[in-house]
């Protein structure tokens, strides 16, 4: 059972950054394609970065030029760094495959707020 731990969350002031970082219990990152996923009390989960085995990224539109996903095989570590925040950022933020696969963490909470 892969267990996944994020954190780096926080509060921040829009226009602010913050890198999140994704644990992995073992080596899952070189196999599969990987998610950073957020969810808000008024949206559903929502897909916001992939990193695919090759390293390719995509971004949904919202986030597109303002959040960069990255990893690391060797630490079994992904990252969101997360520039010119907004407050509809704001949102708990978890990783996992994509599509999902793996028992959900629980989160990292960002708040975008001044």
């Not at 219990?25 to 989960?45: H, L, V």
């Not at 030029?65 to 950022?89: C, V, W």
Request: charged share 20%; hydrophobic share 35%; net charge positive.
């Amino acid at each position: 059972q892969v267990q996944l731990v994020e954190s780096g969350g926080g509060l921040v002031q829009p226009g602010g950054s913050l890198m999140l970082s994704c644990a992995a219990s073992r080596s899952i990152f070189s196999i599969n394609a990987m998610g950073w996923y957020r969810q808000s009390p008024e949206k559903q989960r929502e897909l916001v970065a992939i990193i695919s085995t090759d390293g390719t990224t995509n971004y949904a539109d919202s986030v597109k030029g303002r959040f960069t996903i990255s990893r690391d095989h060797a630490k079994n570590m992904m990252y969101l760094q997360m520039n010119s925040l907004k407050p509809e950022d704001t949102a708990v933020y978890y990783c996992n495959r994509d599509p999902p696969l793996f028992q959900w963490g629980r989160g990292t909470q960002v708040t975008v707020s001044s």
